[in-house]
């Protein structure tokens, strides 16, 4: 007998490779790939389905070496550009993908998984244009191709265009209606578009579709949060747990809701036991820095704050990332620039800072938004205000603006509380005092409102905003109210007349200087939490800040008084949503402020 000829065929036990590999073996699957690659090298299949097993198993220079060997014996296969530019992609060679997508898609021009993965490619690169061209191309070659579909929507959703990628979620279920994933990703988008018993909907189909899914859970525990339903939301929160206790968002979510209810203790064990399962999960650091901060730990909170940056709360990095950082090091002859951060009312709470660096011998560069550009000129010292986004010069250590409290190791009982530490540049306070002409009345300063976009009014736990109207007890009482608001919401300024107390100058404020010189003609300012506030602050201005349920470290859990504006004093809600009886107190106390005797209606 020929023992050779027993021995079973190399294509044999190429196909045995194949069976192996579709029932879950893949280990013993590798073995016979490789088997057969050793004696055969022109084994292009060989090769690609050993290389997609070897990045299963995370040997991916390994994988890439079988690609390369594949495209090397046959360089005219589509599919083996494609696997190698997904590889590529995972390594984060960027460049080397998209060239290998270009290569499978000129092979083959309608090659749907090349497009949809260079689409996916292209999108986190930012390039979202040629991403949306690249997903459309993709169902234009393959009409009922879900993940295109899907992809599209995700795409169309980070860019606001919500009809359409609602478009694209429905027509992606029209092809699987029992796509979960489609479900959940719906779900979310009708939550941005505060349809919210459509989102329950969806968000319980995809549970219905997959129990275990625990993505849906969490996001129905999102929405929960925001419909103010906290029992609902955290036991959502702990069936996604059930499912994977290993689910460092699910924990982090969690901890945010459990932050907002007052239950500090049980939030940071969230946190903590976030990051003991991912120590460098940003999100989960940057909580519990709010958590440590809100309850007065500043030496542990300040350096946790600087997740900020890799969270999803501040993603980017400074422009000048190459600069040095300053971290407390000595400052005496060095040039020192404070970089700007998102909201007005962080740069103005902060720049307080400035005065301290220059103290220290600093050459202070402060580089700011440009509607606070000429207020921040009244800092006084030799700081140099330079207007964001027209470049900066080179200088010996940067520092983001809110990371200066970290940098001076600030502390609750030693913030930094030199007041004013802003003023009003002359010829605006000139201008507002002509323009306002004698007071007959006390004049309040009123702000009731801020940009309506923020995540934190999604839920009456955190909404700082309330409507022209919950005012009307307060515009009942004889003073002279002054709108500080630089924009008026649309369904306020409808009403505007029916108060003629009130006085709007929406169309007269320019930049920040104006609010200064504005505030500065009042005898008092009754603000939510906005840039208002802090300005009013910042200029030693009485403070009145009406605050919600809960709130974050600069306004501490509980009290009257924040050392961050010692002219200030707060007014917090009793409950959640509570602002009819924040205004009543305010209202009552106003009276009480000037001697009127006068009763709310």
């Not at 489609?182 to 909907?201: K, M, P, Y």
């Not at 700081?383 to 200066?404: K, N, Q, W, Y």
């Not at 009552?588 to 709310?600: H, K, S």
């Amino acid at each position: 007998m020929n023992r050779e000829s027993a021995q079973p065929s190399l294509g044999a036990i190429f196909q045995q490779a194949i069976a192996l590999h579709q029932a879950g073996r893949l280990p013993d699957a590798l073995e016979a790939y490789q088997h057969v690659i050793g004696h055969i090298r022109q084994y292009v299949e060989a090769f690609l389905n050993a290389g997609s097993l070897l990045e299963r198993f995370g040997q991916l220079a390994e994988a890439l070496q079988n690609y390369d060997a594949a495209i090397a014996l046959q360089p005219a296969i589509p599919d083996s550009h494609c696997l190698r530019g997904n590889l590529l992609f995972r390594l984060h060679r960027f460049d080397e993908a998209l060239a290998a997508y270009e290569r499978a898609i000129s092979l083959c021009p309608g090659f749907p998984e090349a497009l949809l993965n260079r689409g996916l490619l292209l999108a986190h690169l930012g390039r979202v244009d040629e991403a949306l061209s690249s997903y459309t191309r993709a169902i234009e070659s393959k009409p009922d191709y879900l993940g295109a579909h899907l992809n599209r929507g995700h795409l169309l959703k980070e860019l606001r265009r919500f009809d359409e990628a609602l478009a694209s979620y429905e027509q992606a279920l029209r092809i699987d209606p029992n796509a979960a994933d489609v479900h959940n990703n719906r779900g979310i988008l009708l939550g941005e578009l505060r349809q919210h018993e459509a989102a329950l909907a969806s968000y319980r189909q995809a549970i219905a579709l997959c129990p275990d899914h625990g993505d849906a859970h969490v996001n129905l525990g999102v929405l929960f949060a925001e419909l103010d339903q906290v029992d609902e939301a955290l036991a959502s929160y702990d069936r996604a747990l059930a499912i994977r206790p290993d689910y460092p968002m699910a924990l982090n979510n969690k901890a945010i809701l459990l932050k907002e209810c007052g239950r500090f203790a049980e939030a940071l064990a969230c946190c903590e036991r976030a990051l003991r399962l991912q120590p460098d999960f940003a999100e989960a650091q940057y909580t519990r820095a709010e958590l440590l901060l809100l309850t007065g730990d500043y030496a542990r909170g300040w350096p946790l704050f600087e997740a900020r940056w890799q969270s999803r709360y501040r993603p980017g990095t400074s422009p000048l990332a190459a600069t040095p950082l300053w971290t407390g090091e000595p400052l005496a002859g060095k040039t020192l620039l404070i970089e700007p951060e998102v909201g007005f009312g962080d740069q103005i709470m902060f720049a307080r800072y400035a005065r301290l660096a220059e103290q220290q011998g600093a050459r202070v560069l402060l580089l700011a938004s440009a509607p606070l550009c000429e207020l921040f000129t009244t800092l006084g010292g030799a700081i140099t205000v330079l207007e964001d986004g027209h470049g900066a010069p080179l200088v010996d250590f940067r520092c983001p603006i809110m990371s200066l409290p970290h940098a001076l190791r600030t502390m609750p009982d030693r913030v930094p509380a030199a007041f004013p530490y802003l003023g009003v540049p002359a010829a605006r306070r000139a201008l507002w005092r002509g323009r306002l002409g004698a007071a007959r009345a006390p004049r309040i300063g009123l702000v009731w409102s801020g940009a309506a976009d923020r995540y934190q009014d999604r839920n009456p736990r955190t909404a700082r905003s309330l409507s022209l109207a919950a005012l009307a007890p307060l515009l009942c009482l004889p003073f002279a109210f002054h709108a500080l608001h630089k924009e008026i919401a649309p369904g306020d300024a409808e009403i505007l007349g029916n108060f003629p107390a009130l006085t709007s100058h929406a169309g007269e404020l320019s930049d920040f200087a104006d609010t200064a010189a504005l505030i500065g003609e009042m005898d008092l300012v009754i603000a939510v939490d906005t840039a208002a506030a802090h300005l009013a602050g910042a200029l030693g201005k009485p403070l009145w800040v009406m605050l919600p349920w809960a709130t974050d470290y600069r306004w501490q859990a509980s009290g009257e008084t924040t050392p961050w504006y010692p002219a200030a004093r707060l007014y917090r809600q009793s409950r959640a949503g509570d602002w009819e009886g924040v205004v009543e107190r305010v209202g009552a106390a106003l009276a009480d402020e000037f001697g009127v005797n006068a009763r709310l209606r």
